[in-house]
């Protein structure tokens, strides 16, 4: 199982990214995907999923409106459209695989496997 991220980088504050997750070695279109994100000194979080069983999208409230969460089951891969960054964004982003076709909130358990992350930093 691979999960590898990509996309991140330094953006100026009110800027955008997308984040990419490629992904092999597990049947894709039967996982829910999630976004997470670490700050130093903080402990991860959850900032965005997207359900495999009917494609229910959720958000962290730090995030809502700024981010949108999509998918590619065609080629295995997930997204996270960045708009409007701001400085507490930055973080190193991971990307997630739940075996649910449902996830109902942003428990780590829920989530199976996990990419090794990439850096997004935000300058003023």
């Known amino acids: 199982v691979h999960l590898v991220e990509s996309g991140g980088g330094l953006m100026q504050a009110g800027g955008s990214l997308r984040l990419s997750c490629r992904t092999d070695g597990f049947t894709f279109r039967d996982y829910s995907m999630g976004w997470f994100r670490q700050a130093p000194g903080k402990e991860r979080e959850g900032v965005s999923f997207?359900?495999?069983?009917?494609?229910?999208?959720y958000y962290s409230d730090s995030v809502k409106g700024r981010f949108t969460i999509s998918r590619d089951n065609a080629k295995n891969r997930e997204y996270l459209e960045m708009e409007d960054l701001k400085h507490d964004d930055k973080a190193v982003y991971y990307c997630?695989?739940?075996?649910?076709?449902?996830?109902?909130?942003?428990?780590?358990?829920?989530?199976?496997?996990w990419g090794q992350g990439t850096q997004v930093t935000v300058s003023s």
């Open positions: 997630a695989a739940s075996g649910y076709g449902h996830v109902w909130n942003f428990t780590t358990r829920y989530f199976h496997f």
């Open positions: 997207i359900n495999s069983a009917d494609g229910a999208k």
